[in-house]
């Protein structure tokens, strides 16, 4: 089996940092890519960052400028700094990773979350 494990959340006022990290292991052949998705009660599961193996990141509208998203070389660990935080960045962060396992399979999977709460 796959596990990935976020860390790095907590309770921030407004405009401080988080930084969030997401440690893959397991059955991973390759992993190439790693997200960051936010989903708060009663809405959607949204990408907030995405990085690939090519290097190539991708925002969502509302935290470009404000949050950084980088990965280390095997992508086996990826971090999300986010900056200038807001009271609307608030929900539970998932971390997921697209990746070849070991029998060769194309797969997705999800951490279990970690909560970023900013208050005003």
């Known amino acids: 089996q796959v596990q990935l494990v976020e860390s790095g959340g907590g309770l921030v006022q407004a405009g401080g940092s988080l930084r969030l990290s997401c440690a893959a292991s397991?059955?991973?052949?390759?992993?190439?890519?790693m997200s960051w998705y936010r989903q708060v009660p009663g809405k959607q599961r949204d990408l907030v960052a995405r990085?690939?193996?090519?290097?190539?990141?991708n925002y969502a509208d509302f935290v470009k400028g404000r949050f950084t998203i980088s990965g280390d070389n095997a992508m086996n660990t990826v971090n999300l700094l986010m900056n200038d935080l807001k009271p609307e960045d608030t929900g539970v962060y998932y971390c997921?990773?697209?990746?070849?396992?070991?029998?060769?399979?194309?797969?997705?999977?999800w951490g279990q979350g970690t909560q970023v709460t900013v208050s005003s």
């Open positions: 990085v690939t193996r090519g290097g190539i990141t």
């Open positions: 397991g059955s991973i052949f390759r992993i190439n890519a």
């Open positions: 997921r990773a697209d990746f070849w396992n070991s029998g060769g399979s194309y797969t997705t999977n």
